[in-house]
C-alpha cells in the first residue's frame, strides 16, 4: 500500500521555468511533509518542509503547497536552474513517529540549460 | 557540511559474511536513528528504528536477527547485515534527527552488493 505516491517518474524543464514537481498521499493522519533532494549514491538532502496546519511555505526559489482536502502537496521551483537537476522525493510522517517517513517514489528533475 | 556521517560508502562482500555499517551524528547527539534502505528504482523505506542504549525496534517483514542494530553511544548507530545474500544488495541509508521535530539529516549511504 503505497501511501505516498509520486505519479510523475521525470520531469524535463528548461533553466529559467518552473518545475513544479507533485505528490499525493492516502493516510489523513499525516500532519508533516518534507521535500528531499537526492543524487545518486548520496542519501537525501533535506529542502523544505511544510505542517498540516499551514498551505504554503516559502524558502527562496522553493515553495510547497499543501491541499488537504485533496491530500495533495506540490513543491514549485522558480526560477529553475541546472543543478537543481536530481531525484525528488516527498516524505511525510505523524505525529510522534518524527522519524518514521514515508516516501514517495520520487521523480527525476531534469533542467536543461 | 554533512551532519550524518555514514561509513563505508561501498562495499561488495561474498555470500553468507557479515557486514557492519556505521552511522554517526556530528553535531548533535541523537537518542534515536532510522536505518532506510532503497533497492533499484525504489523509494526509501525505513527498516528499523535505533534507539541508544535499548533494543531497536523494527519495521514489518524486517528480519531482526538478520540485521544487527547496535546504538551504544548518543552518536553512533551500526548496522551489521549477517549472513548477507545476493537479495540483500540494496542502498542502505541511516538517517537522525536533533531534535524531535527537526527534519531528518540523511548519511550519504552504503552501497551494499553480495557476489
Known amino acids: 500500500d503505497q501511501q505516498v505516491k509520486q505519479n510523475s517518474p521525470s520531469l524535463s524543464v528548461q533553466e529559467g521555468r518552473i518545475s513544479i514537481l507533485n505528490c499525493d498521499y492516502t493516510?489523513?493522519?499525516?500532519?508533516?511533509f518534507l521535500w528531499y533532494k537526492k543524487y545518486p549514491a548520496e542519501g537525501p538532502t533535506f529542502l523544505i518542509s511544510i505542517s498540516s496546519i499551514k498551505d504554503k511555505n516559502e524558502d527562496g526559489r522553493f515553495t510547497v503547497f499543501l491541499n488537504k482536502s485533496a491530500k495533495h502537496l506540490s513543491l514549485h521551483i522558480v526560477p529553475s536552474q541546472p543543478g537543481d537537476s536530481a531525484v525528488y522525493f516527498c516524505a511525510a510522517r505523524w505525529g510522534t513517529s518524527y522519524g518514521k517517513l514515508t516516501f514517495g517514489q520520487g521523480t527525476i528533475l531534469t533542467v536543461h540549460p | 557540511g554533512a551532519v550524518v556521517s555514514q561509513h563505508p560508502s561501498w562495499v561488495i562482500c561474498k555470500s553468507g559474511t557479515s557486514v557492519k555499517i556505521e552511522c554517526r551524528s556530528l553535531d548533535f547527539q541523537a537518542t534515536t536513528m532510522f536505518w532506510y534502505r532503497q533497492f533499484p528504482k525504489q523509494s526509501l523505506m525505513l527498516m528499523a528504528t535505533?534507539?541508544?542504549?535499548?533494543?531497536?525496534?523494527?519495521e514489518q517483514g524486517v528480519e531482526k536477527d538478520k540485521f544487527l542494530i547496535n546504538h551504544a553511544s548518543l552518536t553512533l548507530s551500526t548496522l551489521t547485515v549477517t549472513s548477507a545474500h545476493p537479495e540483500d544488495s540494496s542502498f542502505y541509508i541511516c538517517?537522525?534527527?536533533?531534535?524531535?521535530?527537526?527534519?531528518?539529516?540523511f548519511g550519504n549511504g552504503t552501497r551494499l552488493t553480495v557476489t
Open positions: 538517517s537522525a534527527g536533533s531534535h524531535d521535530n527537526s527534519p531528518l539529516h
Open positions: 535505533s534507539n541508544e542504549g535499548s533494543k531497536a525496534t523494527y
Open positions: 493516510n489523513s493522519m499525516f500532519d508533516y
